[in-house]
Nanobody, 120 residues
Framework: QVQLVESGGGLVQPGGSLRVSCAAS????????MGWYRQAPGEQRELVAA???????NYADSVKGRFTISRDIAKNTVHLQMDSLKPEDTAVYYC??????????????WGQGTQVTVSS
């Protein structure tokens, strides 16, 4: 059974920092691209950051220079360090694990989400 369990969300003031983590189980963690998405009320879910099995990263333009994604292979965990937070970063943050199989099928799993609120 695949599980992605997020933790670390909460309330933080503008300019503050927060780290969210996602612990994966039931998948071969090493071969998955791990990503963080977010969804604000009334908005579509958007990609925030992703890290491939080889360690390559990509970020949404809105978070470049402020957020850092990393993965701990030994612990099957992916982290998102969020610095210089802004009110517009407020959203539910979702962890995603994705891989493309040899027949081009995409296998994708989602966590339950963790709320991040940036407010004074």
């Amino acid at each position: 059974q695949v599980q992605l369990v997020e933790s670390g969300g909460g309330l933080v003031q503008p300019g503050g920092s927060l780290r969210v983590s996602c612990a994966a189980s039931g998948i071969w963690f090493n071969v998955y691209t791990m990503g963080w998405y977010r969804q604000a009320p009334g908005e579509q879910r958007e990609l925030v950051a992703a890290i491939t099995s080889g360690g390559s990263t990509n970020y949404a333009d809105s978070v470049k220079g402020r957020f850092t994604i990393s993965r701990d292979i030994a612990k099957n965990t992916v982290h998102l360090q969020m610095d210089s937070l802004k009110p517009e970063d407020t959203a539910v943050y979702y962890c995603n694990a994705e891989r493309r199989l040899i027949d081009s099928t995409i296998r994708s799993y989602w966590g339950q989400g963790t709320q991040v609120t940036v407010s004074s």
